[in-house]
């Protein structure tokens, strides 16, 4: 804990607002399932909402626009305070009005939208307030991952389930009051975003050596070097929507329903484990070698999948989901430090789309193989982009500063 106070005091009140941000929309996730059930909609409607989920992926060059357009600062602050609006309208809505329950799966769809803006614009945000300082940048997304997976995953969508039990205007409430705190946050660290730009600026002035010392990043990415970063996002995305749902289904067919609960167990205990991972390792050594060293752990991981034991697919998902976290933040944080600012909220958006390409296209083609063959070789065939992945990774992750 001692080195969270080492981060600069805009990047603490970004933590902050994280970790409001984080748990207010896992509350809000956890609590669709059952208020579909409880409100009566019908079942369809959670098939839509995760419809709209998907397209909603493909809106992220829209929201990169707004960001660009308008300012990572203005469009996070706006877009974070419209949530909590949105959720306090419907919360003091007249239940008995028979509108009511189909105003939840409206402002679900609504939340997925104001969302990709979020994510796009914390991205660039992060970087405004980090001053351009590396260190400081790699240690705040160390702990990013753990907020991520304990106070949301874990933490957020449990409560969100319980509390829908209780009042479904409660946890739109809680969801509001989390989203207006975390707004407040923003504006708490303004002063101090101002500080860090103007530090970065005047620093801008001295020689390069100097910036080095200082560990600020000299910025300069070739067109290919974007292409491949790009690339590397496809094939993450892609390799667990190609083996992942349909090898869940194919065990819980095999072996049992309850089987499921024990897959997801083990995967949530990995993802947790993997922040903590990434965490440490982030002081010790540079974002390449961690991405790579997370690619190897998935490609380990798939083997141990393509044997049809399920001991070995215990271990083989554990693997892929400390693996895939140990590769998504160094990517994502690379890009951070890589890309020069003008490009980077259009690469942020466009690197979104080229995800949820991925995302969607892994799906239909694992729902076609599964379907056709077996859904047993799916694990052995997501090798081929794994392995593609590995040279992509080392090539374009950033070298960083040990």
Not at 118 to 144: C, P, Q, R
Not at 225 to 233: F, V
Not at 254 to 269: E, R, W
Not at 347 to 372: E, K, M, N, T, V
Request: aromatic share 10%; hydrophobic share 50%.
């Amino acid at each position: 804990m001692k080195n969270l106070f080492k981060l600069s005091t805009a990047l603490r009140w970004a933590l902050l607002g994280l970790t409001f941000s984080e748990i207010s929309n896992s509350i809000f996730e956890g609590s669709v399932v059952p208020s579909i059930i409880i409100v009566g909609l019908p079942a369809w409607a959670l098939a839509f909402n995760r419809t709209f989920g998907v397209i909603s992926d493909f809106m992220s060059p829209a929201a990169a626009w707004i960001v660009d357009k308008f300012g990572s600062f203005a469009s996070l602050s706006a877009a974070e305070f419209c949530e909590g609006l949105l959720c306090l309208i419907v919360a003091i809505l007249p239940h008995s009005w028979l509108g009511w329950k189909w105003s939840l799966l409206a402002l679900g769809c609504l939340l997925l939208v104001t969302g990709q803006i979020i994510d796009v614009a914390s991205e660039i945000f992060e970087v405004d307030i980090s001053g351009d300082n590396e260190e400081m940048l790699i240690e705040y997304s160390g702990y990013v991952g753990i907020i991520m997976s304990v106070g949301g995953t874990l933490f957020g969508t449990v409560l969100g389930s319980a509390l829908t039990s209780i009042s479904i205007t409660l946890v739109l409430i809680i969801s509001s009051v989390l989203s207006f705190a975390c707004t407040l946050t923003r504006f708490l660290s303004r002063g101090s975003i101002l500080s860090a730009t103007s530090a970065s600026l005047n620093d801008d002035n001295d020689d390069n050596e100097t910036d080095a010392q200082h560990g600020i990043p000299q910025r300069h990415t070739t067109k290919s070097m974007r292409i491949i970063l790009l690339s590397c996002t496809f094939f993450l995305s892609l390799i667990p929507s190609l083996y992942g749902g349909y090898t869940t289904l194919g065990y819980a067919d095999k072996l049992g329903s309850h089987i499921t609960t024990v897959i997801y167990a083990v995967t949530g205990v990995a993802t947790i484990a993997s922040s903590y991972m990434y965490l440490r390792a982030s002081k010790k050594f540079s974002l390449r070698i961690i991405g790579c060293a997370g690619v190897i752990s998935m490609i380990i991981g798939l083997i141990f999948l393509s044997i049809p034991i399920f001991w070995s697919a215990l271990i083989g998902w554990a693997l892929m989901d400390l693996g895939y976290s140990c590769t998504a933040r160094p990517l994502i944080v690379s890009r951070q430090l890589l890309i020069e600012h003008d490009l980077l909220t259009k690469f942020s958006g466009w690197a979104r789309l080229a995800s949820a390409l991925a995302a969607a296209g892994g799906s239909w083609l694992g729902w076609i193989i599964s379907q056709h063959y077996t859904w047993q070789i799916l694990p052995t065939l997501s090798l081929v982009p794994a392995i593609i992945l590995l040279p992509a990774v080392w090539s374009s992750l950033h070298k960083g500063r040990k």
